[in-house]
């Protein structure tokens, strides 16, 4: 991420965050148990990096939060890209009887702002997600 943040200093090229988390995914280990909590980690993760782009970094943030940084993208494809991540895991069959979802949150690095910033406001979002009602994206719009 420090990288494309000092393109974006340099150059002005702007990059893209999302941040998401597994709904609910306590009541997953606790129902299922913890190798099928992780084979809901895993196979989430493997659902994202099979719709993303070879440029984009995606990789776990911590617990059942995971981080994707996309370079050179407009808000519009930002907000795009989390919707479609979110139906994704939605309709995917994980073999469990309880739904898997994620809730997102998206944004666009402004000018002036640092990567810290960058998260913090991307971790609002993501709150924001959760508080509307889990499974779903949010962020800023144009």
Same mark, same amino acid.
């Given at each position: 991420?420090?990288?494309e943040y000092e393109k974006f200093l340099r150059y002005q090229?702007?990059?893209?965050?999302?941040?998401?988390?597994?709904?609910?995914?306590?009541s997953i280990n606790d129902n299922f148990g913890h190798k099928?909590?992780?084979?809901?980690?895993?196979?989430?993760?493997?659902?994202? #990096?099979?719709?993303?782009?070879?440029?984009?970094?995606?990789? /776990?943030?911590?617990?059942?939060?995971?981080?994707?940084?996309?370079?050179?993208?407009?808000?519009?494809?930002?907000?795009?890209?989390?919707?479609?991540?979110?139906?994704l895991v939605a309709k995917y069959d994980f073999g469990f009887?309880?739904?898997?979802?994620?809730?997102?949150?998206?944004?666009?690095?402004?000018?002036?702002?640092?990567?810290?910033?960058?998260? #913090? /406001?991307?971790? #609002?979002?993501?709150?924001?997600?959760?508080?509307?009602?889990?499974?779903?994206? /949010?962020?800023?719009?144009?």
């Amino acid at each position: 991420m420090n990288n494309e943040y000092e393109k974006f200093l340099r150059y002005q090229q702007k990059f893209s965050l999302i941040l998401f988390d597994i709904d609910n995914f306590k009541s997953i280990n606790d129902n299922f148990g913890h190798k099928a909590g992780d084979k809901v980690l895993k196979e989430v993760a493997s659902l994202v #990096k099979n719709n993303i782009r070879k440029i984009d970094l995606f990789g /776990r943030w911590g617990g059942e939060e995971f981080l994707l940084v996309a370079p050179n993208t407009t808000l519009s494809q930002i907000k795009n890209l989390a919707e479609k991540l979110c139906h994704l895991v939605a309709k995917y069959d994980f073999g469990f009887k309880q739904p898997v979802t994620i809730s997102l949150g998206f944004a666009q690095i402004k000018t002036g702002e640092t990567v810290e910033e960058l998260i #913090k /406001r991307v971790d #609002k979002y993501l709150y924001q997600a959760k508080k509307a009602g889990k499974n779903q994206a /949010r962020g800023e719009v144009n």
